[in-house]
């Protein structure tokens, strides 16, 4: 079992970089897809608590802009976006990974993961 798991929507760019990148260094990692399996409640709650709600929800993708202003105006603090991103797990910035020593990173970032990798 892989000890890196990687969440996210398998027809996202950025998902699909992140992927190919940890392909090309051989590293094994578990692949969750949001549209097909959801958001495991307790880890999107550990994410929160970790990178940040703020961090999380990402406001510049196209499910964030789709929402009404009322909608958006609701989300305030962990609690709101969680609510939220259990209903739209497309608002979700992607990738989240959980890394093998309990770590959680949002985002891909190339250099940063290299360090992480050793």
């Known amino acids: ?3 890196i798991t990687l969440y996210g929507i398998p027809n996202c ?3 699909k970089k992140a992927r190919a990148w940890l392909a090309e260094r051989g590293v ?3 692949f969750h897809d949001f549209k097909k399996q959801g958001v495991p ?3 999107l709650a550990r994410w929160l ?3 940040g709600w703020d961090k999380v929800l990402n406001r510049q993708g196209t499910t964030w802009r789709k929402l009404d202003a009322a909608a958006q105006a609701a989300v305030h603090d962990a609690a709101s976006a969680a609510d939220l991103l259990l209903r ?3 608002a979700i910035k992607r990738p989240v990974v959980e890394w093998a020593d309990g770590a959680i990173t949002v985002g ?3 250099d940063a993961w290299s360090q992480r990798l050793g």
């Open 1 to 3: 079992m892989a000890s």
């Open 13 to 15: 760019d950025t998902v």
């Open 28 to 30: 094994d990692h578990a």
């Open 41 to 43: 409640p307790e880890h």
């Open 49 to 51: 608590a970790a990178a």
């Open 88 to 90: 739209e797990p497309s």
């Open 108 to 110: 891909f970032a190339p």
